[in-house]
């Protein structure tokens, strides 16, 4: 099992539809949570962090439920700019002081 | 602010020439730094972390290596270069306090074997 596991999609959505992304992962005693956003041969750049008692940033939501090692993200009013690739970030509790990369989730916004 | 630099952007070399990428940040002291590798279509591949000068943390068996002659410089290299080399190579900084920090990405090189 991955340690941190996404649908690589695609997510093909009209603009202004809501979309939501899952993720899970497999260490249960994981510590703190982000999303990134990756654009065609760019650097992934943070998004946003995710707190335990869920935490909003304009458009978008993320959500996390330890009970379940499952994140979430949502974003509602889709734009042409959100066409990405997501990625689930986790760091677990190894003392690596790393972080440990979802494969992503691609979103193209179509017009 | 911060900011965090890489070069080459891109680079184009013969297999087994040698590599020497270089990282460097600005506006912070003691930061933890990271080297990963993402192959084309794939995920992020951490190689290397460093929390300190000298101290480097290797994450897995490569031709690579890695170096930090200076508290903001992280150096990527290899004596001999295999085309499974082939990659975009990103650099990026923690916070040095605290080990759940997120990261920060430098814009990356993208390097071809040939």
């Known amino acids: 099992r991955k340690e941190v596991e996404q649908d690589p999609g695609p997510f093909n959505v009209p603009e202004g539809a809501t979309v939501a992304f899952n993720c899970t992962y497999s260490?249960?005693?994981?510590?703190?949570f982000f999303w990134y956003r990756q654009d065609c041969r760019k650097e992934p750049k943070l998004l946003m962090s995710?707190?335990?008692s869920g935490n909003e940033d304009g458009r978008f939501t993320a959500q996390l439920n330890r009970a379940s090692q499952y994140i979430s993200l949502l974003i509602r009013d889709s734009k042409l700019s959100d066409s990405a690739t997501y990625l689930c970030?986790?760091?677990?509790?190894?003392?690596?002081?790393?972080?440990?990369f979802g494969s992503g989730t691609r979103l193209q916004v179509q017009p | 602010s911060q900011t965090i630099h890489q070069w080459p952007a891109t680079l184009v070399q013969p297999v087994g020439s040698p590599l020497s990428l270089e990282c460097t940040v600005e506006?912070?002291?003691?930061?933890?730094l990271y080297w990963y590798r993402q192959a084309a279509g794939r995920g992020l591949q951490l190689l290397f972390y460093?929390?300190?000068?000298?101290?480097i943390s290797s994450e897995v068996p490569q031709n690579l290596s890695a170096s930090r002659p200076q508290d903001r410089q992280f150096i990527l290299s290899s004596k001999k270069l295999l085309l499974s080399d082939s990659g975009f190579y990103l650099c990026?900084?923690?916070?040095?306090?605290?080990?759940?920090?997120?990261?920060?990405f430098g814009p990356g090189t993208r390097l071809t074997v040939l």
């Open positions: 990026a900084w923690s916070p040095g306090t605290g080990i759940y920090n997120e990261q920060f």
């Open positions: 260490n249960s005693a994981s510590q703190s």
């Open positions: 995710v707190y335990s």
């Open positions: 970030v986790v760091n677990m509790d190894t003392g690596r002081r790393a972080l440990t």
């Open positions: 506006g912070t002291s003691n930061p933890n």
């Open positions: 460093s929390v300190g000068i000298g101290q």
